[in-house]
């Protein structure tokens, strides 16, 4: 803005800036708003589960956790079958002590076999290359 000499010059100064005052007025609203959803305790749960299901390390260990348990379970209940003598339960230990080394002498294997699992469970989606 330059000089204000006359009445006019004076009229359209306040009009610009009162214009200028409504756009400020609705940018600080919408900011606002968009402050007050991502504030809300669900957004920020959501947020905070995106964030945690984007990390593959994350995921890669819960999936060998996975296996881990589900072997134990497998190992212990084929095992011991519908009776519950001592020696089943002996080779149940035996059977579960060696899959539990198995598994942690192979972690890539787990590892890959994990990731072949994630892919089939939750598979990604192809990003178009044809911009």
Partial sequence: MGNITTPADLKNAVLLLETEQVIHLQNLREQFFLSYESLKPARLIESALKEVASSPYLVNNILITFIGLTTRYIAQKAAKGKSNTKLKKLF???????????????????????????????????????E
């Fill in 92 to 130: 149940g230990y035996i059977l579960q002590f060696g899959l539990t080394k198995l598994v942690t002498q192979n972690p890539d294997a787990i590892k890959s076999i994990g990731k072949y699992i994630e892919q089939k469970i939750f598979p990604q989606k192809e990003m178009n290359q044809t």
